[in-house]
Nanobody
Framework: QVQLVESGGGLVQAGGSLRLSCVSSARTFSSEVMGWFRQAPGKEREFVAVINWSARNTAYADSVKGRFTISRDNAKNTVYLQMNSLKPEDTAVYYC?????????????????WGQGTQVTVSS
């Protein structure tokens, strides 16, 4: 069983920045594909970003490209999401997830393990 613990959410004004962190209990963290999803009120959970084990490959949802950066520190079993130029539409609960895979439709699909989520609220 893998435990994921997120932190770093909060309330920020539009244009501001936040950095989310996710610490994993997995012994195999350094070989796992990690990522972030988010769920806004009344909406389905959606993919945000993914990073492979070596951090050489990343992918982002179109809505966050150029503003969000995913990274990882395998020595600390931690994955990060740096969020810049935040917009009110980024308001959501952000969830860490693993192992993310790409389906036959090329959509990123979540794995079995989720964190508890961290609330991000962007005011206009």
């Amino acid at each position: 069983q893998v435990q994921l613990v997120e932190s770093g959410g909060g309330l920020v004004q539009a244009g501001g920045s936040l950095r989310l962190s996710c610490v994993s209990s997995a012994r195999t963290f350094s070989s796992e594909v990690m990522g972030w999803f988010r769920q806004a009120p009344g909406k389905e959970r959606e993919f945000v970003a993914v990073i492979n084990w070596s951090a050489r490959n990343t992918a982002y949802a179109d809505s966050v490209k150029g503003r969000f950066t995913i990274s990882r520190d395998n020595a600390k079993n931690t994955v990060y999401l740096q969020m810049n130029s935040l917009k009110p539409e980024d308001t959501a609960v952000y969830y860490c997830n693993t192992p993310i895979i790409r389906g036959p439709d090329l959509q990123w699909r979540p794995g079995d393990y989720w964190g508890q989520g961290t609330q991000v609220t962007v005011s206009s």
